[in-house]
């Protein structure tokens, strides 16, 4: 299972506001203003930081108005990591829109799951 990896990260405490300044000075990137394609669909890395842009989401086309994605922001120097999920909406003419700035410092956790069939 792919989600795996990410429940055995070594956790890093950071508040969202610590995020913001990360992303500022890390990767001159205002997460703030974090509706352009660059910010969202790229991945970052520098000598202190890794980002991965899109390790989980949900939305889209067929899927509802509801859109969201999860990043991976590994600190090279502790091997801590901590995720971010931004929140956006889709909407099929007009594709996926973050211009609601809405996101949060996330974890993982495994949850079981029961289906009927």
Known sequence: MRDQKYLEDKEKKITEKEAVELFQ???DVNLNDFNSYEIQYSDYEN??????SEIAGEGGEGQGEEYWKVSRILDKKTNEVFFIRFDGFY?????????????????????TVIQWF
């Not at 000598?47 to 991965?52: R, T």
């Not at 909407?91 to 956790?109: A, C, M």
């Open 47 to 52: 000598d202190n930081y890794k980002v991965e």
């Open 25 to 27: 000075t890390e990767f």
């Open 91 to 111: 909407t099929s003419w007009d594709g996926t829109d973050w211009s609601n700035n809405d996101y949060q410092i996330v974890r993982p956790r495994e949850v």
